[in-house]
């Protein structure tokens, strides 16, 4: 330990060199005077190069105005103390900020002590992982959803899957309305029957009436034989329109006669062949404001809509993203013949805090890149797609090392923990201990954010 007071008692000196925890110590006028072997340890620093300095002057710029405030508050008293986390080299420690007070209540430093927390952060997310696996497990088929918004969508296909009723099935693309229908199939009476699915927006406009209801042989040029329809593949079975939405009106029209009488005819065929089929339909669109406008047919929407379910977007979904990112990252791992990728403390920050376009299908296009491209065994920020990263990465901004480093990261985490903490609250409904539980924290510990954040 160097210590440039100079007049330190031996014992002490003993004390602060075998202690575990890193020691810094600044005066009142924020000069540095002490520094701990194991602060040198920890904070991959030599206390020969900052003893003497200001300590304002130790971090970079963006950091410089933050610590300026919270020494100020400290020095005020209007703060008690203030702790937060570091990562440094693939350890994590946990740094709090303590104004001394002499005898008469006269401010004379900051002592600033920094604890190695790594493994009980490990504990935690592997907790974490035991939970989403759980999760994974007692989900519905291949759909996850811890959040409060998911779970009526899981009651309505338990409720509705062994009947016929016809369901519509409403959700922003990529958001899992095919996982829905093959879950509705798969829960059914039917489901020892086909699942055929239409993508409805991928038909041309010619060869709607024949996929669909098929045609006989000789009904057209190239038509050499006879072929059935999407109708009579999925007979006894479940047809899913996908994009039900971008039918144009005179497929609408054909569609709807074939909903209310249950039979088709062949193109160039003139016998009525019946089919029993469970119609699933799925789109996009606002087709309410469809049928206002007149590009959707009223009486078909209505013969589609007998039981709609809604899809939430993923940024609705809070409690859901991360572990529907270790999901694809297992999934992946295992097909690409690697171990699953980790998740640093950073990337979680960047993946809960994106509001994903393109909802789940976004997320899972983008751990399947990480998966691809990540040359190590944990997932950082610069592994993960530049639309995700967004303002946490700036363009040409080069990437520091050692102390500057952690500083950097500490002073992002701080930025955004009391935004993470808003979305966990707002997800939780205001519950303070569900809030607490989704971000991995004690009650005790939430509520001593709460109020440091006001």
């Known amino acids: 330990m160097a210590d440039a007071a100079g007049g330190t008692e031996g014992i002490f000196r003993a004390i602060l060199t075998s202690m575990g925890e890193g020691i810094v110590f600044a005066d009142h006028t924020n000069t540095i005077v002490c520094v701990n072997a194991a602060a040198e340890q920890i904070r991959g620093i030599d206390a020969a190069n900052f003893l003497g300095r200001d300590l304002l002057s130790i971090h970079p710029p963006p950091a410089r105005t933050r610590i300026g405030v919270l020494l100020d508050s400290l020095r005020a008293g209007t703060l008690a103390y203030h702790t937060r986390p570091l990562e440094i080299k693939g350890r994590i420690f946990e740094n709090s900020y303590y104004p001394i007070r002499d005898a008469e209540d006269r401010f004379v430093g900051t002592l600033m002590v920094s604890r190695d927390i790594t493994e009980r952060e490990h504990l935690?997310?592997?907790?974490?992982?035991?939970?989403?696996?759980?999760?994974?497990?007692?989900?519905?088929?291949?759909?996850?959803?811890?959040?409060?918004?998911?779970?009526?969508?899981?009651?309505?296909?338990?409720?509705?899957?062994?009947?016929?009723?016809?369901?519509?099935?409403?959700?922003?693309?990529?958001?899992g309305k095919e996982l829905v229908a093959r879950e509705l199939h798969a829960k059914s009476r039917r489901s020892g029957a086909p699942l055929i699915k239409v993508n409805c927006a991928a038909l041309p406009e010619s060869l709607i009436e024949s996929e669909l209801f098929g045609y006989e042989k000789g009904a057209f040029t190239g038509a050499l034989r006879e072929r059935k329809g999407k109708f009579e593949q999925a007979h006894r079975g479940t047809l899913f329109l996908d994009e039900i939405g971008e039918l144009p009106l005179a497929a609408q029209a054909k569609l709807l006669r074939v909903l209310q009488e249950r039979t088709v005819e062949r193109v160039g065929g003139n016998r009525e062949i019946q089919v029993d089929v469970r119609i699933v339909?799925?789109?996009?669109?606002?087709?309410?404001?469809?049928?206002?406008?007149?590009?959707?047919?009223?009486?078909?929407?209505?013969?589609?809509?007998?039981?709609?379910?809604?899809?939430?977007?993923?940024?609705?979904?809070?409690?859901?993203?991360?572990?529907?990112?270790?999901?694809?990252?297992?999934?992946?791992?295992?097909?690409?013949?690697?171990?699953?990728?980790?998740?640093?403390?950073?990337?979680?920050?960047?993946?809960?805090?994106?509001?994903?376009?393109?909802?789940?299908?976004?997320?899972?296009?983008?751990?399947?890149?990480?998966?691809?491209?990540?040359?190590?065994?944990?997932?950082?920020?610069?592994?993960?797609?530049?639309?995700?990263?967004?303002?946490?990465?700036?363009?040409?901004?080069?990437?520091?090392?050692?102390?500057?480093?952690?500083?950097?990261?500490?002073?992002?985490?701080?930025?955004?923990?009391?935004?993470?903490?808003?979305?966990?609250?707002?997800?939780?409904?205001?519950?303070?201990?569900?809030?607490?539980?989704?971000?991995?924290?004690?009650?005790?510990?939430?509520?001593?954010?709460?109020?440091?954040?006001?």
Request: net charge neutral.
């Open 124 to 175: 935690k997310e592997e907790n974490s992982e035991l939970r989403d696996q759980l999760l994974s497990e007692v989900s519905l088929g291949g759909l996850i959803g811890r959040s409060a918004v998911m779970q009526p969508v899981f009651q309505m296909i338990r409720s509705t899957a062994h009947l016929d009723s016809t369901i519509l099935i409403t959700g922003e693309s990529g958001t």
């Open 281 to 454: 339909a799925a789109t996009n669109r606002d087709l309410r404001q469809d049928v206002a406008d007149g590009k959707f047919r009223e009486d078909l929407f209505y013969r589609l809509n007998v039981i709609p379910v809604e899809l939430p977007p993923l940024r609705d979904r809070l409690e859901d993203i991360l572990p529907l990112a270790g999901l694809f990252l297992k999934r992946f791992g295992r097909e690409m013949g690697r171990p699953a990728l980790r998740l640093s403390r950073e990337a979680k920050e960047v993946l809960l805090a994106h509001r994903y376009p393109g909802n789940v299908r976004e997320l899972k296009n983008a751990m399947e890149r990480a998966s691809a491209l990540c040359s190590g065994d944990t997932l950082g920020v610069d592994d993960l797609p530049p639309e995700l990263r967004g303002s946490a990465e700036v363009a040409g901004t080069q990437h520091p090392s050692g102390a500057e480093k952690g500083s950097l990261l500490a002073e992002r985490m701080d930025d955004r923990e009391a935004e993470l903490i808003e979305q966990a609250l707002a997800a939780a409904g205001d519950s303070r201990t569900e809030a607490a539980r989704l971000l991995g924290i004690s009650r005790k510990t939430l509520w001593k954010k709460m109020k440091r954040y006001r």
